[in-house]
């Protein structure tokens, strides 16, 4: 393999889980990358609506998400997110 280091592949996106382009691409990474790397996803939860609803909300979650995007400290596939059937 190209990276034989490589341990896990993390999308992060702005838009709930739902929504945006993880949404299409998930199905498809699936199918391509191999079976022993862990996916993590860091982003809103599953929501109806795109928006939080409130500015001081917004930027909560968007600040969560930055930092948990940059932090490298725990690997992302531990964190407590994941929906059934995903790796």
Known sequence: T???NLKEV?????EPRNMGARAHMFP????????????GYIGRPER????????AAHVTEQSRII?????LSMPVSLYP???PGER
């Open 2 to 4: 190209a990276y034989p």
């Open 10 to 14: 993390v999308w992060v996106q702005e």
């Open 28 to 39: 498809r990474l699936m199918q391509i990358l191999p079976e022993h790397l862990a996916f």
């Open 48 to 55: 109806a609506s795109p928006g939080e609803g409130y500015p």
């Open 67 to 71: 930092r948990t995007a940059l932090d």
């Open 81 to 83: 997110r994941k929906m």
